[in-house]
């Protein structure tokens, strides 16, 4: 009972994760805060729906269609598909209307819904359509550069591209990885020196807040509500 989740990495720019996920007599779920905008696609009692999911500021409760299957490609940071301003969707989303097992309209045009093992031609086709797009500036700080332009001018962009700041993609990025290395078995004490929290009780709040789990929940896995998709982030943390 619960969600039974599958995931792998990505080694296309454009994607962090490609997962899939199904529902076990489940109706509820902890979302966990997310940096990443996604592309999912999902199907119960015969209709399949999609839909263009922004970041998740912080965790919180969610429904979850009983029996029902999801697919889902979580673009990588500075990743988004302009028609759809990712400003517009943090912590929530846009439907993607007239989709079919076999088909998904985008901008004006029919495309093969796509599955776990074909999303990065799919996402590929969607960079060479002009669907998506990558403001090389977030993978670039992210990957330690430090680019010639003003202070505020990187966190405008950053949010036009990202729909966060980087203050606020450090602390998710942190929350997620210090909720899996408490799953790991880690002790509090050693993930609060680890990770550069203040004390255990900075790292109380940080999980409440992000992962809405403290850990002594996260060490006791066996819950009555599951959690989302949880992972070790592969994006280094913006300084």
């Given amino acids: 009972m619960g969600l039974e989740i599958e995931s792998r990495p990505s080694e296309l720019p454009y994607i962090e994760r490609v997962w899939r996920s199904r529902s076990v007599e489940v109706g509820r779920m902890t979302s966990i805060a997310a940096s990443h905008g996604e592309l999912v696609f999902w199907e119960h009692d015969g209709r399949v729906q999609a839909a263009v999911l922004g970041p998740e500021p912080r965790a919180c409760p969610a429904l979850v269609p009983r029996d029902a299957t999801f697919f889902g490609i979580s673009f990588a940071l500075g990743t988004s598909m302009p028609h759809v301003p990712i400003s517009r969707l943090v912590g929530g989303g846009a439907e ?124 006791a896995p066996d819950r009555p509500e599951p959690l989302s998709l949880l992972y070790k982030p592969s994006s280094p943390v913006p300084a």
């Avoid at 998904?104 to 799919?122: I, M, Q, R, T």
């Avoid at 990025?173 to 004490?189: S, T, Y």
């Fill in 96 to 219: 993607i209307p007239d989709v079919t097992r076999r088909s998904v309209w985008l901008k004006g045009s029919a495309w093969h819904v796509p599955d776990y093992d074909n999303a990065e031609a799919f996402v590929r086709r969607m960079v060479r359509e002009g669907l998506v797009d990558c403001d090389p500036i977030v993978p670039a700080v992210l990957g330690g550069a430090v680019p010639d332009v003003s202070e505020r001018t990187l966190q405008r962009r950053f949010v036009a591209a990202t729909g966060l700041t980087q203050g606020a993609i450090r602390q998710i990025h942190r929350a997620r990885e210090a909720a899996v290395l408490i799953q790991e078995g880690v002790p509090a004490h050693d993930v609060v020196h680890r990770l550069g929290y203040f004390d255990q009780p900075h790292l109380a709040r940080s999980l409440t807040r992000f992962i809405g789990r403290t850990a002594t929940q996260l060490s």
